[in-house]
Each structure stands twice: as structure tokens, then as C-alpha cells.
């Protein structure tokens, strides 16, 4: 039990040292960081999975944004109309999230809590958004059981998580990993080409000191949500090429850019239901 909360406050502590994006935009001035963070999800990270938030989608319900960082869903649902709670770990996303939704006039409830328990009553929320989230948490099945937990019966959540592409296969990585290393691959406070497996490359990938940060293939990702319904087919999605980092990154646009989000995108994202006759237990 000791070892599970050292290992929290570790997340705790990385999170609040390092909000999202924040290693590559300036938040001493909130507007305009949340400006570029908007642009940077429009332009390059959702680009072509917009539509899968759903954001018009949810007027007049409870929607849950499950580590909700700086706040850039929670701030899309409310609005949209949504009744948005957003929830996270970190003290200093929750304050950027607040001081963003007052900056443009909108509300939602504020919660600092930790995915593996959350301080809801079973069944409260019509939808729950978890983006890039539950890779991070020590346990994350049971942060999957809880988000399970506290969806409707017949609710919908959508969940996006690392994803092992063929370039990070066992067979391909080795390849990977030099060619990280010849071109000086890197964001802003990582080197990715240090990473020495797919497990380290994903914890890296946030920046040195991550305590976690989970690859999933497909069929473990499909595994992880085994007690929702979804279709495989139409509900399980891949997308985001992170071209930003890329020496030549900028001369990719257009079909390619396109192809390449599909192809070689690091994130697999998950349209589920929490079936209708389900009881309040944990997936």
C-alpha cells in the first residue's frame, strides 16, 4: 500500500512539475499558451480525429474529463453545453484549467482526485473523455474499472492511449531507435533515441523523469477494455504522427501528412459503451 502511494505522488509530482505541452509553450501567459496548445491539437495532434470527441454531442449531460491536464477537452464539452467535471492529479493542470474556463467565461466542476479512485458514485456520467491518460497511472486497470464504474449504463466514454505501431515492434524498433538517434529526433526536454526498449520510449516521450508511460498494440488495447462494447472495426481508431519533431516535418501535409497519421500514428483511440444491463462493478 505504501509503495502505491509513493508511486502516485511520483505521478503527482512529475505532472504538477510538468503540465502538458508545457516543455514546448510558454504558460507564463495562460491565454496565449492555451491558444497554441489549441493549435497544436487542431493542427497536428487531432487533426483527423476531432470528430471522435464528440464534442456537439453531449449538450445538457454529465461528462466526465478524466485527467483533464490543462484542460483543452473540458473547455470543448462546456462549450458545447456540456454539464463538464474535469479531474486530475496535478494541483497545477487543475489551476490551468480553471484559470482558462474563467478566462473565456465557461464552467465546470474541478477535482483533484486520482483515476484509480474516483470520488463519484457508480453510474453518474452520460460520457467519459480520457485522452492520453490512463497510460500514465500505476494500475491502469483499475483505472479503466473505475472509469467503468461511473459511466451510465448504456454510457459512452472515449479513451485514447499510447500505441505500439510497426515501427515499434520488437522485430522494427531496433531500426527505430537508430534512425531516432541519426536524425537528433527530440522534443524539447527528451532525447527519444536514448530510449533503450518500446516501455522506456514511452515514458521518454513525456520527458525525462515520467514515471510511466504504457505502449498498447491494438489487440491489448481491445483486451484493457474487454467489459465495454464496441465494434473493432468502426470504434477502434489510430491517429497523430507527431511531424513536429521531425527535421523536415514542415514539408509534410496534405495526403501524406494524412497517410502518415494512419500508417505511423503513436495513439490508439477507443469509442466504448458500458453495456445497458451492467452492474456497478469494476470491468
Known amino acids: 500500500m505504501k509503495h502505491a ?20 509553450i510558454d504558460r507564463c501567459d495562460l491565454v496565449q499558451y492555451f491558444r497554441e496548445v489549441d493549435r497544436l491539437k487542431r493542427e497536428e495532434i487531432e487533426v483527423f480525429a476531432l470528430a471522435f470527441w464528440e464534442f456537439d454531442k453531449h449538450r445538457g449531460e454529465d461528462v466526465l474529463d478524466l485527467g483533464c491536464g490543462p484542460g483543452w477537452l473540458t473547455v470543448q464539452y462546456a462549450s458545447h453545453g ?27 466542476a474541478l ?8 470520488p463519484f458514485e457508480s453510474n453518474r456520467f452520460d460520457f467519459v473523455s480520457a485522452s492520453g491518460v490512463l497510460h500514465h497511472t500505476p494500475d491502469t486497470r ?16 472515449a479513451v485514447s492511449l499510447y500505441y505500439q505501431n510497426a515501427l515499434l515492434s520488437p522485430a522494427l524498433f531496433p531500426m527505430t531507435r537508430l534512425v531516432l538517434k541519426l536524425l537528433g529526433i527530440k522534443k524539447p526536454d527528451a532525447r527519444l ?36 462494447k464496441f465494434d473493432p472495426a468502426r470504434d477502434v481508431e489510430i491517429h497523430y504522427f507527431p511531424k513536429r519533431f521531425l527535421p523536415f516535418g514542415h514539408w509534410i501535409r496534405g495526403r501524406l501528412f494524412k497517410w502518415l497519421d494512419h500508417a505511423c500514428g503513436t495513439m490508439i483511440y477507443l469509442k466504448l459503451t458500458k453495456p445497458a444491463g451492467a452492474s456497478d462493478e469494476r470491468a
Open 5 to 24: 502511494r509513493n508511486e502516485k505522488e511520483r505521478v503527482r509530482e512529475y505532472w504538477d512539475r510538468k503540465p502538458l505541452f508545457t516543455s514546448e
Open 82 to 108: 456540456a454539464g463538464a467535471t474535469a479531474l486530475d492529479l496535478s494541483q497545477s493542470s487543475l489551476a490551468m484549467t480553471r484559470d482558462i474556463l474563467k478566462d473565456q467565461g465557461l464552467e465546470a
Open 111 to 118: 477535482v483533484n482526485a486520482d483515476c484509480e479512485h474516483l
Open 142 to 157: 483499475a483505472g479503466v474499472g473505475e472509469l467503468f464504474r461511473v459511466l451510465k449504463p448504456g454510457g459512452r466514454a
Open 193 to 228: 533515441g536514448r530510449a533503450g526498449s518500446v516501455e522506456e520510449l514511452g515514458a521518454l516521450y513525456d520527458g525525462e523523469g515520467n514515471p510511466y508511460g504504457r505502449i498498447y498494440s491494438r489487440r491489448s488495447a481491445m483486451d484493457l477494455f474487454s467489459g465495454f
